[in-house]
């Protein structure tokens, strides 16, 4: 990683967060943590997202994409293209919703293997910044995941009825 320049790009809306996120899904290479209170508004139906992520999860048996929510609602019902991804990838795809005592947490962030990460500075705040090539952030974002991870319940399992 040394040879990779370090960049940290600022967001200043919406807009440039989501695009973000999808730079970030496509960088990702072993690893996708993915965290946000509903995932509402962030592209995560949208074909584009889908592709991403179907591309990703396709090009190897050893890839994982960890998905967490406070709220699991807006995913479960008005998110069908990753309610396909995770029927299809059920061994690799992982949807877990947070605990109550957890939903204090306020920042919203996605860390693709140990290298790259974007987050937001509040759920309510569309600024933030894309981090790239900074694995002392991700590393430190992806532990603060795996935190909250170890404590969440699975939220959806890939059948409808959640059996």
């Known amino acids: 990683m040394s040879d990779k320049l370090l960049q940290h790009i600022q967001l200043n809306g919406m807009g440039e967060y989501t695009a973000a996120l999808d730079t970030l899904c496509g960088l990702a290479e072993r690893n996708l943590y993915l965290f946000d209170k509903s995932f509402d508004g962030l592209g995560f139906n949208s074909e584009a997202r889908y592709m991403i992520l179907h591309r990703f999860l396709l090009d190897s048996p050893t890839h994982r994409l960890y998905v967490l ?5 807006y995913l479960s019902n008005f998110c069908p293209r990753m309610m396909m991804l995770l029927r299809q990838f059920s061994s690799r795809m992982f949807i877990h919703r947070t605990i109550t005592h957890l939903h204090h947490i306020s920042t919203p962030f996605a860390v693709a293997d140990d290298n790259h990460c974007v987050r937001r500075f509040h759920f ?8 790239q090539n900074d694995a002392v952030q991700a590393r430190v974002l992806k532990g603060f995941f ?18």
């Not at 929510?69 to 609602?73: C, G, S, V, Y």
């Not at 309510?124 to 981090?131: H, I, L, Q, S, Y």
């Not at 991870?149 to 059948?159: I, V």
């Open 69 to 73: 929510a406070h709220d699991i609602h």
């Open 124 to 131: 309510d705040d569309a600024r933030g910044v894309f981090e």
């Open 146 to 163: 795996m935190e909250m991870w170890g404590e969440s319940p699975q939220a959806l399992s890939p059948d409808k009825l959640g059996l």
